[in-house]
Antibody
Framework: QVQLVESGGGVVQPGRSLKLSCAAS????????VHWVRQAPGKGLEWMAV????????RYADSVKGRFTISRDISKNTLYLQMSSLRTEDAAVYYC????????????WGRGTLVAVSS | SSVLTQPPSVSVAPGQTAKVTCGGK??????VHWYQQKSGQAPVLVVY???DRPSGIPERFSGSNSGNAATLTISRVEVGDEADYYC???????????FGTGTKVTVL
C-alpha cells in the first residue's frame, strides 16, 4: 500500500536552514507529482510546493518562493524540502502528499514532521 | 488567488445531517475536494471532484457544487465524524492549490 513517511523536523533558529525528507513506497514514485503541505499550530492547511513526476516542473506558494526548494531523488524514492531563511511563521507540521488520481487533489498523505522555529 | 471561505464551526446531533459549505469565486468551473482531519492526525480525502468518494469512505459523505458554493453533506452523523473539514481547489490562473479556512464539526 502507499506509504509516505516524513522526517527531518526539529527545532531551528530563525534565519537558519533545515531539510525535510519524505520516503515513499507502495507505488511507482517516478510516475507521480508529489507535494508539501503545512499546518501551523491550531491553523488550517496551506499548500507549499509541488514537483512533477520527472522533477523538471516545480511550483511554490508565494509565502515560500525563493526560500524553499522542492526536489526528488528517484533512485531513493524520496522527496525533499530544503527550507532556508526560516521565519517564526514557518513553524508547522509539514506533510508530504501524493497526487495519484486523475484530478487535482491529494489522495495520500504522510503523518507529517514538526518544525519549530525559535531562538 | 482563490479565497475559499468556510464557516468556523458546525454542530450536529448524532443521527442528524451536517452540511459544511465552501464559498469562492467561479466555483462552478472548478472541481472541489474535501478532506477530514481528526485531532492529531493527517488529513484524509473524503470527497473528490465535487461528489465522488474514494474507496473506503462511507456513502454518508456526499458533495455538491453549484454556482459560487460547494457543500459537503454528512448524513446520519456519528460521533466518529467529529473532525475538521477542509475544502480544496486547484486554481488554474496561478497553478496553485488552495485550501478552505476549515470547519470544525462537533457532534453534540
Amino acid at each position: 500500500q502507499v506509504q509516505l513517511v516524513e522526517s527531518g523536523g526539529g527545532v531551528v533558529q530563525p534565519g537558519r536552514s533545515l531539510k525535510l525528507s519524505c520516503a515513499a513506497s507502495g507505488f511507482i514514485f517516478s510516475n507521480y507529482g508529489v507535494h508539501w503541505v503545512r499546518q501551523a499550530p491550531g491553523k488550517g492547511l496551506e499548500w507549499m510546493a509541488v514537483i512533477s513526476s520527472d522533477g523538471t516542473n516545480k511550483r511554490y506558494a508565494d509565502s515560500v518562493k525563493g526560500r524553499f526548494t522542492i526536489s526528488r531523488d528517484i533512485s531513493k524514492n524520496t522527496l525533499y524540502l530544503q527550507m532556508s531563511s526560516l521565519r517564526t511563521e514557518d513553524a508547522a507540521v509539514y506533510y508530504c502528499a501524493l497526487h495519484k488520481g486523475r484530478g487535482w487533489y491529494f489522495d495520500y498523505w504522510g503523518r507529517g514532521t514538526l518544525v519549530a522555529v525559535s531562538s | 488567488s482563490s479565497v475559499l471561505t468556510q464557516p468556523p464551526s458546525v454542530s450536529v446531533a448524532p443521527g442528524q445531517t451536517a452540511k459544511v459549505t465552501c464559498g469562492g469565486k467561479n466555483f462552478g468551473s472548478k472541481s472541489v475536494h474535501w478532506y477530514q482531519q481528526k485531532s492529531g492526525q493527517a488529513p484524509v480525502l473524503v470527497v473528490y471532484d465535487d461528489s465522488d468518494r474514494p474507496s473506503g469512505i462511507p456513502e454518508r459523505f456526499s458533495g455538491s457544487n453549484s454556482g459560487n458554493a460547494a457543500t459537503l453533506t454528512i448524513s446520519r452523523v456519528e460521533v466518529g465524524d467529529e473532525a475538521d473539514y477542509y475544502c480544496q481547489v486547484w486554481d488554474s490562473t496561478t497553478d496553485h492549490y488552495v485550501f478552505g479556512t476549515g470547519t470544525k464539526v462537533t457532534v453534540l
